[in-house]
């Protein structure tokens, strides 16, 4: 991408999507304040699938009052995130989705998502082995809101292949969204 200026907005988790961890409107106002002619906006961190989607019911106000961080995994989430990609693309910037993975960040209790009870979708936490967060530090607990990490499962062979798959999956989204790319 030829960009106009070096002014680039940094990735930063908002939790200000719905329920369906879908973008709200307020997210196409909230990006296209921060886009300028010619300017770079990377998104929040955006989720691949549930498994990778960290802290749901930890952070009361979450859990109380909704306010999620985005996935793009699904229709809804994808067609979402156009409104918000149009509004930047308004202003002239390009805009690009962060998409991730959490892994052993995650915690157990995503199981209980309203988007996912009940599903076959995969839940988390995963790890490329099965250690789980070490807490030495206040500082080291801040990614879990001081709970306790959950052991993560390692992931075999064919679940990586499945992962990189999501990955994939979440591109495609992410391109359908209209999101640019070198
Ligand atoms: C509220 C907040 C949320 C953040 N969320 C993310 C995120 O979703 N993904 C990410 O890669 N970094 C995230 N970060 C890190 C920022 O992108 C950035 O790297 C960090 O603030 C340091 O920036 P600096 O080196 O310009 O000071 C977040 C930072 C803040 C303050």
Request: charged letters at 20%; hydrophobic letters at 35%.
């Amino acid at each position: 991408m030829k960009l106009n200026h070096r002014i680039v907005l940094a990735p930063m988790s908002r939790y200000r999507c719905t329920r369906q961890t879908a973008p709200d409107v307020m997210m196409a106002e909230y990006y296209s304040q921060r886009a300028s002619e010619g300017g770079l906006v990377i998104t929040e961190a955006t989720h691949i699938n549930p498994e990778g989607t960290p802290i749901w019911n930890i952070y009361p106000a979450i859990r109380d009052h909704g306010g999620e961080a985005p996935g793009i995994w699904t229709d809804e989430q994808t067609m979402a995130f156009r409104k918000v990609v149009d509004a930047v693309h308004t202003k002239g910037a390009y805009i690009s989705c962060q998409i991730q993975h959490c892994g052993r960040v995650a915690q157990d209790d995503i199981k209980d998502h309203p988007l996912v009870k009940g599903s076959d979708l995969p839940i988390g936490p995963v790890s490329a082995s099965s250690i789980p967060i070490p807490v030495t530090s206040e500082e080291d607990n801040q990614y879990n809101w001081d709970q306790p990490s959950s052991p993560p499962r390692a992931l075999d062979f064919d679940e990586i292949t499945r992962v990189c798959g999501d990955y994939a999956h979440a591109a495609t989204n992410a391109m359908k969204a209209g999101f640019d790319h070198p």
